[in-house]
């Protein structure tokens, strides 16, 4: 389980797959969790950036009336069209000012599912002394699956960032998974020792809603209820949520709010999983105040 600041070698590259809008929670072709890769992939992101490794970020560029739209006869809902919003890059991804764009998906008569499928992307990581590669994003089962299969195919070592990908299906993802491995990818989890200072920061930038980081070990947020009811309510669904998230937030009601405290799910310091949580409760609070 490594540390991204020590995984991380010279002739390595980062590659992130088509983590844009339409692919997250609330876009044209929404994966479940897609929006959870962000803050994972941003560890990556920040020491790749260190380290001197280059960090590239593939992206899905369809011509409207793609042939790869059901309105076209193909699989998928109308997704990311050239220069539409939900074809940017989700907007808590830290792409660096050096990052490399790799479009794809641009063919009038076929889909371009791998970063790798006539891009030009193979010859430029030679170029650039790139062996290895670590790989995450969206969607696993689509088109991470094939970038990977093809960074095998090119002779690349590769990695695939388990927690920074997520499927579009769970059967899919764990097909996917044995193509990879059989293909000869790696698999790694992100680990680190506990966050502090700029990372700690940065992490919760991505929330931007009025959460506090108190200190290392919690977060805290208080969230209006005019209506009591409503604050009862949205106690009970935390409480679900906290139960299948297997986390121990505190919960303090009190008349026209509710104060909410995430400690640290690990002995340590806090971790993307608090963070993820975090996020996870603002959701909560925002389907029972819309109903
Ligand atoms: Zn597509």
Known sequence: MPDPRQALQADDALLIVDVQIDFCPGGALPIAGGDEVVPVLNRWVAAAVDAGVPVLASRDWHPSHHLSFTESGGEWPVHCVQDSPGARFHPGLRLPESAIVVTKGVRFDRDQYSAFDETGLAAEL????????????????????ATVLDARRHGLDAIVIADATRPVTAEGGARANDDMRQAGARFETTQGPPLKGAELERLWRDLNSGWRVVDEHHLEKEYPFPDFREALDFTVRIG?????????????????????TIW???VGGLTERDFIFAAKADQVSVAGSSR
């Not at 998230?245 to 909410?260: F, I, S």
């Open 126 to 145: 030679q170029k650039r002394g790139v062996h290895r590669v670590w790989i995450g994003g969206l969607a696993q089962d689509v088109c991470v699956r």
């Open 240 to 260: 679900e949520l906290a139960e299948a998230q297997d986390h121990h937030p505190d919960v303090y009601l009190a008349w026209g709010k509710v104060r909410l």
């Open 264 to 266: 640290t799910h690990r």
